[in-house]
C-alpha cells in the first residue's frame, strides 16, 4: 500500500497519467462527431411522445378528471431521499425547473435528478478531498488548512449540477440561435404558401431537424401545443420561456399580437428574420474581431521561439564553431 501511495505521489507518474488522459480526451473529442448516431428520430419520436401527454392531460383536464401522468419516474431511491428530505422547499425555487426546460430537461425526474445531485454531490467532493489531502498526503500543508479546502471542495460540489445545467442552456441556445433566422426564412415561406400556424410549425421541424436537433424539438412541442392547449398564447409563451432568448421572444409577441388583432404576420416575421440574420452576422464578425488578440499570447509563446532558433541557430553555431 505504501508503494502504491509513493507512486501516485511521483510527479513524473502523475504527469504522464495526465498526458495520457489528455490525449485520450483529445482523441475522443476528435472521434466522436463520426461515431455518433443519427438523433433526429429520437428526438422526433420523444416529442411525439410529449404530444401524447398533452392530449391525455388536456382531455383529462376538460372532463373534471384526475390528470393522467405519462412521464417518467425517477429512481425510487432519488425520489424517496428528495421527499423525505423536502428537498424541493430547500435546494429549488420557481425558476429551477424553467431552467432546467431551458437546458432539455422536462417533467418531475430530471428535477428530481437535479436535486438528488445538489444534495450529494457536497458530500462526494468533501470525501475526495479528504482522501486527497490526508490519505494520499499529497501536500505539506497543516491539518487544519487541509479540512478548510476539503470543506470548500463541499462547497464547489454544491453547485456542480448548477454549472451542468448552465452549460446544458449555453449549448443548447447557442444551437437555437445559429438556426433561428432560417427557421423564420422557411416559417415565412410556408405562412405565405397559405398554411396555418400549426402545419407551419411542423414543416419547420422537420427541415430544421438536420440543422438543429434542440429547435426542432422546440417547435414539434410547439405545435403540439398549440393543437392541444386551449390558449394558443400559453404554447407561445411556453417556447419563449423554454428557449430563454430575445429573438424567440420577439417573434412570440409577433404572433400573440397576430393572434389577437389580426395584423398580418408575414411583413412581421420577415423583419424579424432580417434582425436576427443581422445579429447572428454581427456576432460572426464580433468573434473575427476577437480572433487576433487571442492569438498573441500563442504566438509569442510557441511561434517566437521556434523562429528565433531558426534563424539565430545557424549563426550560433558559426560563431561557437559548434558541430
Given at each position: 500500500?505504501?508503494?502504491?501511495?509513493?507512486?501516485l505521489?511521483?510527479?513524473?507518474?502523475?504527469?504522464?497519467?495526465?498526458?495520457?488522459?489528455?490525449?485520450?480526451?483529445?482523441?475522443?473529442?476528435?472521434?466522436?462527431?463520426?461515431?455518433?448516431?443519427?438523433?433526429?428520430?429520437?428526438?422526433?419520436?420523444?416529442?411525439?411522445?410529449?404530444?401524447?401527454?398533452?392530449?391525455?392531460?388536456?382531455r383529462?383536464?376538460?372532463?373534471?378528471?384526475?390528470?393522467?401522468?405519462?412521464?417518467?419516474?425517477?429512481?425510487?431511491?432519488?425520489?424517496?431521499?428528495?421527499?423525505?428530505?423536502?428537498?424541493?422547499?430547500?435546494?429549488?425555487?420557481?425558476?429551477?425547473?424553467?431552467?432546467?426546460?431551458?437546458?432539455?430537461?422536462?417533467?418531475?425526474?430530471?428535477?428530481?435528478?437535479?436535486?438528488?445531485?445538489?444534495?450529494?454531490?457536497?458530500?462526494?467532493?468533501?470525501?475526495?478531498?479528504?482522501?486527497?489531502?490526508?490519505?494520499?498526503?499529497?501536500?505539506?500543508?497543516?491539518?487544519?488548512?487541509?479540512?478548510?479546502?476539503?470543506?470548500?471542495?463541499?462547497g464547489?460540489?454544491?453547485?456542480l449540477?448548477?454549472?451542468?445545467?448552465?452549460?446544458?442552456?449555453?449549448?443548447?441556445?447557442?444551437?437555437?440561435?445559429?438556426a433561428?433566422?432560417?427557421?423564420?426564412?422557411?416559417?415565412?415561406?410556408?405562412?405565405?404558401?397559405?398554411?396555418?400556424?400549426?402545419?407551419?410549425?411542423r414543416?419547420v421541424?422537420?427541415?430544421?431537424g438536420?440543422?438543429?436537433?434542440?429547435?426542432?424539438?422546440?417547435?414539434?412541442?410547439?405545435?403540439a401545443?398549440?393543437?392541444?392547449?386551449?390558449?394558443?398564447?400559453?404554447a407561445?409563451?411556453?417556447?419563449?420561456?423554454?428557449?430563454?432568448?430575445e429573438?424567440?421572444?420577439a417573434?412570440?409577441?409577433?404572433?400573440?399580437?397576430?393572434?389577437?388583432?389580426?395584423?398580418?404576420?408575414?411583413?412581421?416575421?420577415?423583419?424579424l428574420?432580417?434582425?436576427?440574420?443581422?445579429?447572428?452576422?454581427?456576432?460572426?464578425?464580433?468573434?473575427?474581431?476577437?480572433?487576433?488578440?487571442?492569438?498573441?499570447?500563442?504566438?509569442?509563446?510557441?511561434?517566437?521561439?521556434?523562429?528565433?532558433?531558426?534563424?539565430?541557430?545557424?549563426?550560433?553555431?558559426?560563431?561557437?564553431?559548434w558541430?
Amino acid at each position: 500500500m505504501g508503494d502504491f501511495l509513493a507512486m501516485l505521489a511521483d510527479p513524473q507518474i502523475l504527469l504522464g497519467a495526465f498526458t495520457a488522459i489528455g490525449v485520450a480526451a483529445t482523441i475522443f473529442t476528435v472521434a466522436i462527431p463520426f461515431l455518433e448516431k443519427e438523433q433526429l428520430a429520437t428526438r422526433m419520436k420523444a416529442v411525439s411522445v410529449e404530444r401524447d401527454k398533452i392530449r391525455i392531460r388536456e382531455r383529462a383536464r376538460m372532463n373534471t378528471e384526475k390528470p393522467v401522468s405519462l412521464r417518467v419516474e425517477p429512481k425510487a431511491y432519488m425520489k424517496r431521499l428528495v421527499d423525505q428530505l423536502q428537498l424541493k422547499n430547500a435546494l429549488s425555487d420557481d425558476k429551477t425547473a424553467d431552467q432546467l426546460r431551458m437546458a432539455g430537461f422536462r417533467g418531475q425526474a430530471p428535477l428530481t435528478v437535479f436535486l438528488f445531485a445538489r444534495f450529494i454531490m457536497p458530500f462526494v467532493c468533501f470525501m475526495v478531498a479528504l482522501f486527497y489531502f490526508f490519505g494520499l498526503g499529497m501536500t505539506e500543508q497543516p491539518p487544519g488548512m487541509k479540512l478548510a479546502f476539503s470543506f470548500l471542495a463541499a462547497g464547489v460540489g454544491m453547485y456542480l449540477p448548477n454549472f451542468y445545467v448552465s452549460n446544458a442552456i449555453q449549448k443548447r441556445q447557442q444551437s437555437i440561435r445559429r438556426a433561428w433566422p432560417d427557421a423564420l426564412d422557411l416559417m415565412l415561406i410556408c405562412i405565405e404558401s397559405g398554411m396555418s400556424v400549426e402545419p407551419a410549425f411542423r414543416k419547420v421541424a422537420e427541415e430544421m431537424g438536420t440543422q438543429s436537433l434542440a429547435l426542432a424539438e422546440e417547435m414539434s412541442l410547439t405545435a403540439a401545443e398549440l393543437s392541444y392547449l386551449q390558449e394558443r398564447r400559453k404554447a407561445y409563451e411556453n417556447l419563449a420561456t423554454r428557449t430563454g432568448l430575445e429573438a424567440v421572444r420577439a417573434v412570440v409577441t409577433a404572433l400573440i399580437q397576430a393572434e389577437r388583432y389580426g395584423t398580418p404576420l408575414g411583413q412581421a416575421i420577415r423583419v424579424l428574420s432580417q434582425e436576427s440574420r443581422d445579429t447572428r452576422m454581427a456576432e460572426a464578425e464580433k468573434k473575427a474581431a476577437s480572433l487576433p488578440p487571442k492569438l498573441t499570447v500563442p504566438m509569442i509563446v510557441f511561434f517566437l521561439p521556434v523562429l528565433f532558433a531558426v534563424i539565430i541557430g545557424p549563426a550560433m553555431i558559426q560563431l561557437f564553431g559548434w558541430k
